[in-house]
Nanobody
Framework: QVQLVESGGGLVQAGGSLGLSCAAS????????MGWFRQTPRTEREFVAA????????NYTDSVKGRFTISRDDAKNTVYLQMNSLKPEDTALYYC????????????????????WGRGTQVTVSS
């Protein structure tokens, strides 16, 4: 089992920045590719970003490219999502997810491919 706890959400004005963190515990963190997803009451869970086990590969949904950066620190068992130039449409509940995978495996945007999920942290961007 892996436990994931997100933090760092909050209220920010459009154009501002927030940094999310996801702390993992349980099984060795280095064995997991990590992802961030988001969801609103009106939408299904949406892929935001993913990072490989090594941290050498990342993937982003088009709407956040150039604004969001995913990173990981295996020594701290933590994955991060730095969000800049935030827009009102970024408002959502942001979830961290972990996917047990072999080294070198391709990243996936499919939510059901992830094995463990946090409870989410709310991000609200005001216009």
């Amino acid at each position: 089992q892996v436990q994931l706890v997100e933090s760092g959400g909050g209220l920010v004005q459009a154009g501002g920045s927030l940094g999310l963190s996801c702390a993992a515990s349980g099984r060795p963190f280095s064995g997991f590719a990590m992802g961030w997803f988001r969801q609103t009451p009106r939408t299904e869970r949406e892929f935001v970003a993913a990072i490989s086990r090594s941290g050498g590969s990342t993937n982003y949904t088009d709407s956040v490219k150039g604004r969001f950066t995913i990173s990981r620190d295996d020594a701290k068992n933590t994955v991060y999502l730095q969000m800049n130039s935030l827009k009102p449409e970024d408002t959502a509940l942001y979830y961290c997810a972990a996917r047990a995978t072999l080294s070198g495996s391709r990243l996936t945007r499919i939510s059901f491919a992830y094995d463990y999920w946090g409870r989410g942290t709310q991000v609200t961007v005001s216009s």
